[in-house]
Nanobody
Framework: VRLVESGGGLVQAGGSLTLACVAS????????MGWFRQAPGKEREFVAA???????AYADSVEDRFSISRHNTKHTAWLQMHSLKPEDTAVYYC??????????????????WGQGTQVTVSS
């Protein structure tokens, strides 16, 4: 199983980016797709997640600015990020929790991870 992220880059504060995550595995039955991020010197933290039925969850720090979506038959999830701030700078990771109907916030619950994509927000 491979998860491949794309869409990271450098953006000025107040700008927008959209990250994409494509899963290679075609036999996920019930799964949650999530995004986490890790800034230098900090622990990895939950950003957003979406269940197979479309329920979503967000970290408080991004709830009004980020939006997560998915296309089940394409096994793809997107993270739209608006009004970006320098503190959003991090490596963003896509993750999948297989056989899950409810969203988990802890990274230990997720079974598969992408390689990460760098997001840098300049002030």
């Amino acid at each position: 199983v491979r998860l491949v992220e794309s869409g990271g880059g450098l953006v000025q504060a107040g700008g927008s980016l959209t990250l994409a995550c494509v899963a290679s595995e075609q036999t996920f039955t019930r799964y949650v797709m999530g995004w986490f991020r890790q800034a230098p010197g900090k622990e990895r933290e939950f950003v957003a997640a979406i269940s197979g039925s479309g329920n979503t969850a967000y970290a408080d720090s991004v709830e009004d600015r980020f939006s997560i979506s998915r296309h089940n038959t394409k096994h793809t999830a997107w993270l739209q990020m608006h009004s970006l701030k320098p503190e959003d700078t991090a490596v963003y990771y896509c993750a999948v929790e297989n056989y899950a109907a409810r969203i988990s916030y802890g990274d230990e619950k997720y079974d598969y991870w992408g390689q990460g994509t760098q997001v840098t927000v300049s002030s």
